[in-house]
């Protein structure tokens, strides 16, 4: 019971989730406490995540912890097959994903998790539960609740909330400070980076780099093209968020300005057709667009198709369009998120803290799915603090801790100038 490219596949997939695990300390404290006390016993688990190295060792904690997992793909692109072959054969998770599936093959493997009846969705995206109150509402009776990884899908989540179908609680592991502070402006930092570069082997130094979008991935790969010696260009929609950007040190101007100006563009802003025809059409003869955001939605692609005068693949990762007025742009990875499509996603290290979410977020779920509504919870700051004080303790950073006249200072109010 699985569908994963090649079998054979699975020693080099095993071998680089042991290098990822040495790179998750948290996540292995909480796979061992796991393993003694078996908190997910009798659960059946349904994970619709981006299948890589740090995936797995998620779904190897989940299992320690008695939980029957499943997993299929969240991404059509993200899919790492060593890894995928891995869980199979060595981890004997059911897994369900091939790197370049259609979408057709993409919905089957959700069926497929699905089909095994699970207690708690564990989602990237929320495709899980987007399907199950499309078309999959027998399976609701018996699901406790959910989790969810990413920005995209919690927006998804509290639209569902806030239009009452919400089926079951959800909590919002996004949401946790050691998840979005870290993951998304680190983790997205650096891999966005990190695809785009293996895409092109461009240099970005003395370049122009454009970004859609300044929440937490946008600021984390700004701060990173920047350091790369990159000039930085910022278009936003939220004054706040472009005032920020400003005092940041950025420029922000309109896409419309910005298109004419760059020589790499990615987006990172959760909407729709962020970067359209109009905008391709002014770009820089051989200009590098990307995007990094959950869906593949942010570049208006269909259009740009629809157009161009011709469309070749000219590297891994790389179409080259070429326009009616005779440019040449460069899409990466079929403006799928590029972290993930034409690199490995990100870092351990980071991910090491995502998923001690995650982990005990399905813990939480069991222990106190009775007492839960059908809304979207965040994380408890507890489990946040404790995950903090894990991977500090990891890396071998001591910290202060409040005196008692400090302590009782920040509870008084009497002591003034
Ligand atoms: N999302 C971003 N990077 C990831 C990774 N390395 N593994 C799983 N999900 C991710």
């Known amino acids: ?136 509402r027998d399976l609701i009776a018996g699901i406790i609740g959910g989790t969810e990884e990413t920005t995209t899908g919690v927006i998804r989540l509290k639209s569902m909330e806030k239009q009452k179908v919400l089926a079951y609680p959800i909590i919002a592991v996004n949401d946790a400070m050691t998840k979005h502070f870290f993951d998304n402006r680190y983790g997205t930092g650096q891999s966005t980076i990190d695809g785009i570069l293996r895409a092109t082997n461009r240099l970005l130094a003395g370049h122009t780099f454009v970004i859609g979008g300044y ?53 990172v802003t959760g909407d729709i057709n962020v970067i359209r025809y109009e905008h391709f059409c002014v770009m820089r003869n051989g200009a590098i667009v990307a995007n990094s955001g959950h869906f593949n939605v942010e570049l208006e692609l269909d259009v740009l198709k629809k157009k161009a005068r011709r469309v070749r693949r000219v590297r891994e990762y790389v179409e080259e369009y070429t326009l009616p007025n005779g440019r040449k742009v460069n899409v990466l990875g079929e403006g799928r998120l590029v972290n993930l499509a034409a690199a490995e996603g990100h870092p351990a290290s980071v991910m090491d803290m995502s998923f001690a979410n995650q982990a005990l977020a399905a813990e939480y779920m069991v222990q106190n799915a009775k007492k839960l509504e059908k809304k979207v919870y965040p994380v408890p700051e507890k489990i946040d603090r404790r995950i903090a004080g894990l991977k500090l303790q990891s890396l071998g950073i001591a910290i202060d801790k409040l005196t008692a006249e400090q302590e009782a200072y920040l509870h008084s109010w009497e002591s003034g100038t």
């Open 1 to 136: 019971m699985s569908h994963i490219k090649n079998a054979r596949l699975a020693p080099a997939g095993r071998l680089r989730i042991e290098w990822a695990r040495a790179d998750m300390p948290v996540l292995t404290h909480i796979q061992e406490r796991f393993r003694r006390q078996k908190p997910l016993r009798g659960i059946r688990l349904a994970a619709c995540l981006h299948i890589t190295t740090e995936t797995a060792n998620l779904l190897v904690a989940l299992k320690a912890g008695g939980a029957q997992v499943y997993a299929c793909a969240s991404n059509p692109l993200s899919t790492q097959d060593d890894v995928a072959a891995s869980l199979v054969t060595h981890y004997h998770i059911p897994t369900f994903a091939i790197k370049g599936e259609n979408n057709q093959v993409y919905y089957r493997h959700i069926d497929a998790v699905l089909n095994t009846k699970p207690h708690i969705t564990m989602d990237d995206g929320a495709d899980l539960v987007s399907t199950i109150m499309k078309k999959r």
């Open 215 to 267: 929440g937490w991935c946008g600021r984390g790969v700004a701060a990173r093209a920047k350091g790369m010696g990159a000039q930085v260009i910022v278009f936003e929609v939220d004054p706040l968020k472009a005032l920020e950007a400003v005092m940041d040190g950025y420029l922000v101007m309109p896409i419309a300005k910005a298109a004419r100006l760059g020589d790499v563009f990615v987006t």
